[in-house]
């Protein structure tokens, strides 16, 4: 299908040139699947145009989605044997983010892990670390109150350069979706599950 | 999020193991973004587990989806050199597909082109020779009337072993979505284009 052309022109005095190279804020919600897969698919594109990339998964279990963090990181890999792509980095909260340091105390507290995890974000967005973000599953812990989604959506508007930024999850906060360019509802029409089917490997994880 | 738990389990005798390997087929349709990009996603994921991955777009630019392309091959490469993962092709319509020899006096007929793409894919499912399929923007040259619907549906049910299609695109026919076992419509909420923005390099291709 042929390339979109915008339907109006802004009034913003930017050249076509300066708005294609805008920061983009990206929600992928809703119940259907794909959220994710298709973040995770905008992060192998923009690997190939050279991107820095960072992925964070807010998630529980450090098995989730092992088949895109290898994949990704494969790339990453090959960014750094090879000079391809752009740099790759996958971080997830598990039992605790990689860069923190655990003690044999360090109590399990997903909600602290989780603000943990913004804070980290919200650093390396003031310093322009990375090109491309994926927030993955991070509609949760504004959804739960465990980060104020305000103060995110603040952070996000505010954020310098062109560092492009990609949100999953379900019951994406309407702050979150108003301040975000491109939203995307995934809907569930019919799936496997229903009729009992258990996930498949290479299709499910 | 925790994987979800089948609410039947299905009276069809199988055991988990055995339908944890049946094959799946997936259409990604409706308006929104994302619909190839999930697929795409997916394909990353097959590769990882060692899955023999044959990417087929059925889109007239041969630019179209350059960034993906390019990061699958790149992973195809590695399954080459190092043995990491599966192995990728990629072929697309554009002005004919790889594997037609062309002429000089080559027509450019889109429907006839679509038509070559479908008859060499039932090759390929009866052949059995990936494991992992994308049949991007598919659902065009069913829903224009180029191809039957009636006959790929049949194709599809009827395809040996263990193999997975995934189809893109909009106006999926409702034989397909009846035929297929996951199905995700992707809605558009908001887009960038709305507001006079163009595509942004690592983003939208």
Redesign the interface.
Known sequence: ??????????DDGLT?RK????P?L?V???A???K???????A????????DVAVFQF?K?AKWK???E???L??GG?NRDTG??GPVQWHKMGQGWSWIQRGDDAVEDHAESARAGWAEITRRLAAQEH??YVLD?FT?PLHWGWIDTDEVVETLRNRPGTQ?VVITGRYAPQAL?EA??????????????????????????
Do not use: C
């Open positions: 299908m042929p390339k979109g052309v915008p339907e109006t022109v802004p076509t708005r294609r190279r805008l983009v990206a992928h919600t809703g259907g699947k794909g994710s897969t298709a973040a995770f698919g905008m192998m594109r923009a690997w190939n145009a050279g991107l998630v279990s092992v088949g895109e290898n994949s990704m494969a790339l090959l391809a792509g090109d491309f599953e949760y492009h979706i975000a360019d491109l939203v995307t509802e995934m809907t569930k029409i019919k799936h496997p599950m229903d009729a009992g089917r258990k996930g498949q490997k290479g299709i499910e994880w």
